[in-house]
């Protein structure tokens, strides 16, 4: 490294995860109760800094091991923060990506830099250090776009499921009622999943049909064409 280069002031590089989940109710977010400063003993999202060998990715399933004890779960790039001021630090970027995980398939494990990690349901999240609370609205605004146009939120669900639980979860998703025969008439018309066969045990008056999602779909050919308004 020449000395004309090392002399400029280099920006720390971080990552933080919105990881998302959902338990048949609500869509929620994982949030890691710090055990340092700053924002010590407050929520935050979890993140790390960038190690010199590191790609983005690494970064993010270091953190998914070591701080939440997750492994192999959706991750998608959502956007960059570069306010100046953001980390109480010093110059921080941070990267941050967004998780789909259902909650029901793992047991979180609170990594040694945290006191606790919970999930908090989104309409009901504690005051956020850091810009977290700005991550989290992108990542709320980014999770509702591409739900109607991308096979993403599937992850949030078991493997097989009914259309009235695929239902509800577009509308924990979108904070919005969707008409229930329209809803089922575009999902299937997308072709987005497929009967299984079997019917889901233990309703109490009926037995749904069960779905599984359709992996040979490419995602240019789902569009529900849904405009989604707030829930009164």
């Known amino acids: 490294m020449t000395a004309a280069f090392s002399s400029y002031q280099n920006p720390s590089l971080a990552v ?26 407050q929520w935050t999202l979890p993140g790390a800094f960038l190690q010199l060998e590191e790609r983005f990715l690494e970064t ?47 047991q979180l494990t609170a990594g040694k830099m945290a006191n606790d990690v919970k999930w908090f349901p989104l309409a009901d999240l504690p005051s956020l250090g ?19 146009y991308h096979p993403v ?24 009622k969707l008409d229930r025969r329209n809803f089922r008439r575009k999902i299937l ?12 045990t233990g309703a109490q008056n009926r037995h749904p049909d069960l779905y599984i999602f359709n992996k040979a779909i490419h995602p240019n050919q789902f569009n529900l064409s849904i405009t989604p308004n707030s829930k009164a």
Do not use: M, W
């Open 16 to 41: 933080d995860l919105v990881v998302f989940g959902y338990d048949k109710e609500a869509l929620s977010v994982l949030l890691l109760n710090r055990k340092e400063a700053p924002f010590k003993n």
């Open 60 to 106: 993010c399933q270091r953190i998914l091991e070591t701080k939440l004890g997750l492994t192999n779960i959706y991750l998608e790039q959502l956007y960059s923060f570069d306010e100046p001021d953001r980390d109480p630090r010093g110059r921080v970027i941070s990267v941050a990506y967004f998780a789909l995980v259902n909650p029901e398939n793992y």
């Open 130 to 148: 850091f810009d977290h609370a700005a991550i989290v609205r992108k990542s709320v605004e980014r999770l509702r776009a591409k739900i109607l």
């Open 153 to 176: 939120g599937f992850e949030l669900l078991d493997q097989d499921f009914t259309l009235p639980e695929l239902h509800h979860l577009f509308e924990a998703v979108l904070d919005t």
């Open 189 to 200: 018309d997308s072709h987005i999943i497929l009967p299984t066969g079997q019917k889901k």
